[in-house]
T-cell receptor
C-alpha cells in the first residue's frame, strides 16, 4: 500500500526566507503527484500538478520537483510571505488506482513578519 | 479551476437526526469524492464516484451513504447522526488535464458538530 510521508511536520521561518517542503512515497508506480495548500478550517487549494514523466513544475514563486525513482518530491516557495502561512499537503495518485489520491499528513508552515 | 459548492458550511445538530451534506460542481467532472478530516489530522477518503449511478466506499469505513443521480451532484447522507460523526467533510472532483492526468479540486468543506 502506498504511504506518503511529509517532513517536517511543522516549520517556522522569518519572512523572506525560502521554504523547502519534503514529500516521500514508498511506491514509485505513480500516475501523478499534486501539492495542495490548506488554510485552517478550509478546503484544499491545488498548487501544482506533476505528471510522473515530468521532473518539475513551476507557478510563480512555487516550484515542485519530482524524482519518481527515489520516491521524492520537494516544494520550494521562494521569498516567503506571511500569507504563505498554511498547511501544505502532498498527494500521489497510484498507477493502479487511477482515481484516488493518497495524502500525506501535511507540513504546517508559519511565516513570521 | 473547478467550482465546487458545499452546503451547509457549518452544521450543529442533535444526536439521532438525519442529515444530508450537499456537494455540487459546475464543470461536468465525472469523478467526485468525499473526504473526512478531523482537526489537525490527515484526510481520509470515505466515498467516491466515477460517474452517474457509480459509487464506491473509500479507505475509511463510514456510516454515511452517497448517491450520484446527476453528474454535477454528489450528496452525502447520515441516517442517524452521532457525536463520533463530528468532523469536517470535504467534497472534491477531478478533471483530466491534457498531458498531466487527473487534477483534483476541493470544495470549501462542511464542518459538522453532533451534540
Amino acid at each position: 500500500k502506498q504511504e506518503v510521508t511529509q517532513i517536517p511536520a511543522a516549520l517556522s521561518v522569518p519572512e523572506g526566507e525560502n521554504l523547502v517542503l519534503n514529500c516521500s512515497f514508498t511506491d514509485s508506480a505513480i500516475y501523478n503527484l499534486q501539492w495542495f495548500r490548506q488554510d485552517p478550517g478550509k478546503g484544499l487549494t491545488s498548487l501544482l500538478l506533476i505528471q510522473s514523466s515530468q521532473r518539475e513544475q513551476t507557478s510563480g514563486r512555487l516550484n515542485a520537483s519530482l524524482d519518481k525513482s527515489s520516491g521524492r518530491s520537494t516544494l520550494y516557495i521562494a521569498a516567503s510571505q506571511p500569507g504563505d502561512s498554511a498547511t501544505y499537503l502532498c498527494a500521489v495518485r497510484p498507477a493502479d488506482s487511477w482515481g484516488k489520491l493518497q495524502f500525506g499528513a501535511g507540513t504546517q508552515v508559519v511565516v513570521t513578519p | 479551476e473547478a467550482d465546487i459548492y458545499q452546503t451547509p458550511r457549518y452544521l450543529v445538530i442533535g444526536t439521532g437526526k438525519k442529515i444530508t451534506l450537499e456537494c455540487s460542481q459546475t464543470m461536468g467532472h465525472d469523478k467526485m469524492y468525499w473526504y473526512q478530516q478531523d482537526p489537525g489530522m490527515e484526510l481520509h477518503l470515505i466515498h467516491y464516484s466515477y460517474g452517474v449511478n457509480s459509487t464506491e466506499k473509500g479507505d475509511l469505513s463510514s456510516e454515511s451513504t452517497v448517491s450520484r443521480i446527476r453528474t454535477e451532484h454528489f450528496p452525502l447522507t447520515l441516517e442517524s447522526a452521532r457525536p463520533s460523526h463530528t468532523s469536517q467533510y470535504l467534497c472534491a472532483s477531478s478533471e483530466l488535464r491534457p498531458g498531466q492526468g487527473l487534477e483534483q479540486f476541493f470544495g470549501p468543506g462542511t464542518r459538522l458538530t453532533v451534540l
